[in-house]
Structure formats: C-alpha cells, structure tokens
C-alpha cells in the first residue's frame, strides 16, 4: 500500500499544472477569436522588436554588436514580451534540398536566450527583393529563376522589387519552377522539427511581405488582388502549412498578405487550420517617400493607417484568425512611431517594431531619417535613444485574467487606461508599468478587482474574485 500511495503521489506531481497554472510541457500561446491565449488561461497581448540580421551569416552573431545574453536582459528589462526573429531561407538551406543543422543551431542559440527569460519569439522566414542578386535577401542563389531577364539599374530597396527580373523570380517561385516551392515547405518543416518542443515560440511567419509579382498592379487598390491571393499565393502558403502541421500540430502559423495590405489593400486569403494568425505591417507610403529625403511624417498618415487595422480587425473577426502587428516604424519619425503604437493598442493588437538594432540593413529605405534601431550604436547598449525608448516602452497589458475591451495610454498625461471582463478561473492580470513614466510612482483607481502586487512595482498584479468588469486607470504620483 505504501508502494502505491508513493506511486499515486508520483503521478500527481508529474500532472499537476506547474507553480504559474500551465500544464507541464513546452509553454505555447494558442488562438480563442483574434486572441492569444496563455495556458491559465489569460489573452496576452505583446510588445516587442524585430531581431533580423539580413547579411551571411543570415543570424546575428553572440557579439556585442549582435546579440548575446546582455542583449535578452535588456530587452526583458523594457518590459517587452516577444521578439520576431529572422530566419533566412538562403541560411537554413545553401544547398538545393540540404538544410544545414549548424544554422538552425546559431538559431536556437538566440531562441533560448530570449525562452529562458520568456519572450515569446516568432520564427520569420524573412526576404526582401527576394535574394542578394537583387541586392535583397532571403532565398538561396540555386532557387532564382529570373529567366535571364534585366536588371537594368540597380535602384535598391524598394526599386529593385519593379525590375523585370525580380518579379519574374517571384513568378516563378509561386509557380513551384525547378520545385522551389517543394524545397521552401521542407525547410520550413525542418525549422518547426527543431523547435516543436522549445517553449516561448510563438509560432512560424510563413514569408516577409509577399511582393505578387507581375501581378502587382492588380493589387493597387483598396479591394486587393482576389486573383493573385487565391490562385498564386494562397496554393504555396498552404502547401507549408501542410509541411508544419505534419510535424508541429500546435504552435500557430501566422501568414501574411500581399505587400499591398500595409497600404491599405485587402487580402482575399482563406486558409484552413484551427491555429492561424494574421501577420501584418503599418508603413505609411507617404510616410516612406518622406523619410527617404530625410523627412518627417504628417497627419496624412492618420487616415491609411486606421484602415491598415481595420482590415486586419475584419480578418480577425471574420475567419477567426489571431491577428499581430509584426513590422511598424524603421525610422526616428517619433511621431509617425508614436501613432502606430497608439492605434495598435486601439485595436488591441500586438506589435514588435522594426528594428532591434541597425545590423548594416541593406533593405530599409528610411535609414536616412535617422536610422530604425534603437541605439546609436550597436555594440554599446548605453547608447540608447532615449526618446525613441519614450515611444516604445510604453505601459500595456501583458497578460489579461479575461477579454480585454480597451486599452489607451496617453503620452502627454502618462495616464493608462485598461478595461476588461474578468474571468476568475483565468490568471491574474498583468500590467507593465515602466519607471521611465512613473519615476515617483504611480496611483491606481480599479473597481472590479484588487491589486495584488507591491506598491509601485513595474508589474502590476490585478485579480478579480469574480467574473464582471474591471476598469482601470493609471495616473502619475
């Protein structure tokens, strides 16, 4: 009998959900509606950056001009929950048909940095101007087939996207020439095969800011390219998506639309799966053309902006997709940064805003505004710029204990606003309140539940002993 009670006792630890409610196992953020939904239960909402080293080695290195465990401090310490991390297809597979298991170890040497400290990465299969033949990146030379046709001056990024040559390269993906598109769903099963079991992977970005090609003209307009959407992209997107779920039936796959969605264009993309999200991208084009002559952006921006999200909503209400804000700002137009955040946490969406640091991106076309990372310098972390961390590390619901239904922070009065319904049989509430708004502190008016945490700490803890609304307001002391 003694033997059994120990064995019974066994069973139960081994079962038991873990000290913070989730089930033993890797930690995975699933879909309820346009939701992310932790394991007790609560949505999760994210703020973070994009991590993208574009240049062989196609990931960024443990230096301190790279990335190393300094760096995942820092970016816990701002109160951020995620980082988009790119993964190049010319870096998982050089060769035709062989993935190489020492990148997807470089990989994974930043994926467990950022895991360990539970930031949620989302795995970006990231190219622009398709390869480094068109002065881009993404796919390996051995799956360019542009036919022979010109390039007949190189006009850099974004220029080099209307070159005959590059949109005959992306037709020819599309259309699975040579088996491109074969090889592109079995490196990405490869890449879900390595990091099926490592928790904090938020799931797998199918293909930066597909660019339609010749079709692209098609898509210039409010409606988008219904065409290009179900017949060219939608058949390669849903041929990965079968190659992930044969070996990783979990994590979400987040797809993005056409290139033309982040002006405004819809996406008629239908795919099936019961875990999709909706990768999107806020860059105003008006915005773009300014910062390339080194400009700042107006109130022009307001109104393409608002219908960039409002898209993105539709997607998310009508086809029950998860939806997430995976590119904004690449520029020091604090205003422009500023508006994009704002909206994001409007529509309660989360963002990571491009970029973590400069990495000699040879893609963004606003670095003469400035520059898109949030240091002056990459190697020294002391060099922040300090107005931008203004704009980002900005307070927000990390984690909310039911259905969040606002969220607002104003900049000019430093007050935050969050209300909810609660969900006691979910997590406690958390809100990241950094110091940097609140130097003195800060008071809490809240009705519908209680604080649980220290008085002033960076994380507020809320728990609310039943279901109901909560609202709360945040001012400065």
């Given at each position: ?8 006792l ?24 346009r ?11 994210l703020?973070?950056?994009n991590?993208?080293?574009?240049r ?5 290195p ?12 820092w ?10 991390l790119?993964?190049i ?14 990148y ?45 046709l ?5 006009a850099?990024?974004p ?17 699975n ?10 490196a ?10 490592t ?6 970005d199918?293909?930066n800011?597909?660019w339609?090609?010749?079709q692209v ?29 044969s070996?990783?039936?979990?994590r979400?796959?987040?797809v ?6 982040n002006?405004?264009?819809?996406t ?16 105003c ?22 219908l960039v ?10 086809k ?32 990571q805003?491009?970029h ?16 898109q990372g ?22 927000y619901a ?15 009065s ?6 909810y ?6 997590g ?35 728990e ?14």
């Amino acid at each position: 009998m003694r033997r059994l009670l120990v064995l019974a006792l066994l069973l139960t630890a081994l079962t038991a959900p873990t000290s913070s409610g989730a089930a033993a196992g890797p930690a995975v953020l699933h879909r309820e509606g346009r939701f992310l939904v932790d394991g007790q239960g609560r949505v999760v909402l994210l703020h973070g950056v994009n991590a993208v080293w574009k240049r062989a080695p196609y990931v960024p290195p443990a230096t301190a001009a790279g990335f190393t465990a300094a760096d995942a401090d820092w970016v816990v310490a701002q109160g951020f929950n995620t980082v988009r991390l790119g993964v190049i297809f010319a870096g998982v597979m050089p060769q035709r048909a062989v993935v190489d298991q020492r990148y997807l170890d470089r990989i994974a040497r930043v994926v467990d940095l950022l895991a360990a400290r539970e930031v949620w990465v989302l795995l970006d299969f990231h190219q622009d101007l398709y390869s480094e033949k068109f002065s881009g990146e993404g796919f390996p030379a051995w799956a360019v087939h542009d036919d022979g046709l010109p390039m007949p001056v190189d006009a850099g990024f974004p220029g080099n996207y209307f070159q005959p040559a590059t949109s005959r390269a992306f037709d020819n993906f599309y259309a699975n020439v040579d088996g491109v598109v074969d090889l592109y769903a079995q490196a990405w099963k490869a890449v879900a095969a390595r990091f099926k079991n490592t928790s904090y992977v938020l799931g797998y970005d199918l293909l930066n800011e597909p660019w339609p090609g010749t079709q692209v003209a098609s898509c210039a307009n409010p409606v988008g390219c219904p065409v290009f959407d179900t017949r060219t992209l939608q058949p390669v997107y849903d041929k990965v998506l079968r190659a992930i779920r044969s070996v990783d039936r979990q994590r979400i796959v987040w797809v993005e639309p056409h290139v033309l969605f982040n002006d405004g264009a819809q996406t008629h993309l239908g795919l099936q799966d019961p875990q999709l999200g909706l990768s999107f991208h806020q860059y105003c084009t008006t915005a773009g053309l300014i910062h390339a002559s080194g400009g700042k952006a107006g109130p022009e921006c307001g109104p393409q902006g608002e219908l960039v999200f409002d898209n993105a909503d539709s997607i998310g209400t009508q086809k029950g997709w998860a939806t997430l804000l995976t590119e904004y700002g690449a520029s020091d137009d604090l205003p422009d940064v500023a508006r994009v955040a704002g909206l994001a946490d409007e529509h309660l969406t989360g963002w990571q805003y491009w970029h973590y640091k400069e990495w000699d991106d040879p893609t963004t076309e606003s670095q003469d505004s400035g520059g898109q990372g949030l240091f002056r310098d990459d190697a020294d972390l002391r060099t922040l710029k300090q107005a931008k961390a203004d704009v980002l590390v900005r307070p927000y619901a990390r984690a909310v204990g039911g259905l969040p239904t606002a969220m607002r922070f104003d900049p000019a009065s430093r007050s935050f606003t969050l209300t909810y319904t609660a969900q006691p049989r979910a997590g406690r509430t958390e809100v990241w309140l950094p110091t940097r708004h609140y130097p003195r502190g800060y008071r809490v008016q809240v009705s519908g539940a209680r604080v649980v945490s220290r008085p002033g700490a960076q994380l507020l803890l809320l728990e609310a002993a039943r279901a109901g609304a909560v609202t709360l307001t945040v001012t400065r002391r």
